[in-house]
């Protein structure tokens, strides 16, 4: 991951925005950003994150890489879509916070602990391995995301939520060993190989054409 | 055969066994009354929803919602495709759109799909089911099903963010949307009408990851909820339904409230009042019961 870093900062010599254009998804959108800040204020988790959209757009603007790569504001998306809906210029908002996120990930910058990027990878691998989410085991590994010991101290505490979602049909304990699959699971793999491999490609390759 | 027919994503939390399969369940039961038939899309995959992102670049995400349409436009041809789980319309109607813009995403997205042996066109509408309530079917015919009125039921109707933004239902406002509360009323219910949550975010996904910080939201969400006066909240997202029932008891412990406010789907409403036993309309899929409901329902 730091390999793909060096060689972003190599070929983007400070240009931060050229590199969310050319590299990050609906990146192309960010310089149409005129710093209303409706976004931000209208952002449920507002008073929780370091940086949000409206600053992080300026920001990017502003060649603070490592600052916009580590920041949590991104992880702390709900995928509301107010402020895609209310920004008077109608960027993807939403998309370009994912699409930070994402990138933060591939340039190895993003924030370790951050609890959502856990849970956001976890959910990725789990459909990743048949095809539809196992919530039961998707819930397992959530509780023991921050170690073995908090994992069990999570389930006990959790202990009564589970059991309530058991008695009334909505949680299956025979889903860990097994559950619901899509049946075609070898084409669904080479399916979403390809396509990482095409969108790998395009990143290694540099930008577009004509883009410099 | 039934009157309407439409290719079905029911999505992964709709399964058997998984948190919204009473939704479903009261789907079923309602379809059933207005002569709809769902076709399930034969060997769906999930959407990836709104938090696969950390792992998932924007190709393999669009890829996943590309293969449904994909196996829908194959098997349940000429079909729009519906999903009664926001996070599911609301990925693959984008998946729709963006690569309708974006050739090269298009041309790309089809070369990872002929490795799965599919090919998209792209050519298929894709709706929520409350689209299909209320632009095909709509609330005339949908009142003249009812033969239970929820008479002396006062409801909230919790709209929620995914079902309503960006795409929402047309005809709406994004920051007031009517159509819960015209539908409640459709069935014999009384809405809280200044439901000032009713467009507020339960946290999503992040309940999850942020328990803390999206139960502050909650808590803000059922709390107007019995300011209006509300026996129960009603929505049409499975998430929303989730997060706003199943940690009331966590709340209470937490902040000395002491919740205990049903949320159901704007199914289950219809599948009671339309004369449907309380397990076809998923009743007894609900950590807190909605008892005045079970009233109705267990009528003669």
């Known amino acids: 991951m730091s390999e793909n870093n060096n060689e972003m900062i190599e070929r983007y010599r400070g240009n931060f925005l050229r590199e969310v254009e050319d590299n990050v998804e609906e990146g192309e959108w960010v310089k149409m950003c005129m710093q209303c800040g409706v976004c931000s204020g209208s952002c449920p988790l507002g008073p929780h994150w370091d940086f949000g959209p409206q600053t992080l757009f300026m920001m990017i603007r502003a060649g603070k890489r490592d600052e916009v790569l580590a920041a949590e504001g991104p992880w702390m998306c709900t995928s509301c879509y107010n402020c895609i809906v209310r920004c008077p210029r109608e960027l993807p908002i939403t998309h370009i916070m994912h699409g930070l996120a994402h990138y933060a990930v591939r340039m190895g910058l993003a924030p370790k602990n951050q609890p959502t990027r856990k849970f956001s990878d976890l959910f990725w691998k789990n459909l990743k391995a048949d095809g539809r989410v196992n919530e039961l085991r998707l819930g397992i590994s959530l509780y023991f995301m921050h170690g073995f010991v908090d994992g069990i101290k999570t389930a006990l505490k959790k202990a009564p939520l589970g059991l309530g979602m058991v008695r009334t049909k909505r949680m299956n304990p025979m889903e860990f060993f097994g559950g619901h699959k899509v049946r075609d699971r070898k084409g669904f793999h080479r399916m979403l190989e390809k396509a990482e491999e095409i969108e790998s490609a395009r990143i290694e390759k540099g930008p577009r054409p004509g883009a410099e | ?300």
């Open chain 2, 1 to 300: 055969m039934p009157k309407r027919q439409y290719s079905f994503y029911p999505g992964c939390s709709s399964q058997k066994g998984a948190s919204a399969s009473n939704y479903l369940t009261s789907v079923e039961a309602m379809c059933d009354e207005l002569d709809v038939e769902l076709n399930e899309i034969p060997d769906w995959n999930c959407c990836s929803a709104s938090i696969g992102y950390c792992g998932g670049g924007e190709l393999p995400r669009l890829a996943l919602s590309a293969r449904n349409i994909a196996l829908s436009e194959e098997h349940n041809r000429g079909q729009d495709i519906v999903a009664t789980c926001a996070a599911c319309w609301l990925a693959t109607r984008e998946t729709k759109e963006r690569l309708e813009e974006d050739d090269d995403l298009m041309r790309e997205t089809n070369q990872a799909l002929a490795e799965a042996g599919l090919v998209l066109e792209n050519t298929t509408r894709i709706r929520h089911m409350v689209e299909v309530l209320i632009e095909d079917i709509g609330y005339e015919e949908m009142g003249r099903h009812v033969k239970k009125p929820l008479e002396g039921m006062k409801i909230a109707g919790y709209v929620g963010c995914q079902t309503n933004r960006p795409f929402g239902i047309e005809g709406e406002s994004f920051e007031n949307p009517m159509y819960l509360d015209k539908l409640t009323e459709t069935l014999g219910a009384e809405s809280v009408k200044d439901y000032d949550r009713k467009v507020s975010c339960c946290g999503g996904a992040l309940a999850f990851s942020e328990p803390e910080k999206s139960q502050a939201l909650i808590k803000e969400i059922i709390e107007a909820a019995y300011d209006g006066g509300a026996d129960m909240i009603v929505t049409p997202c499975p998430v929303c339904q989730m997060n706003v029932e199943i940690y009331q008891d966590e709340i209470n412990a937490k902040y000395g409230t002491r919740f205990d406010m049903p949320v159901a789907y704007y199914s289950t409403l219809m599948a009671v009042a339309y004369g449907k036993t309380p397990k076809q309309a998923g009743l007894d899929g609900h950590v807190i019961r909605a008892k005045k409901l079970e009233k109705i329902a267990g009528k003669g």
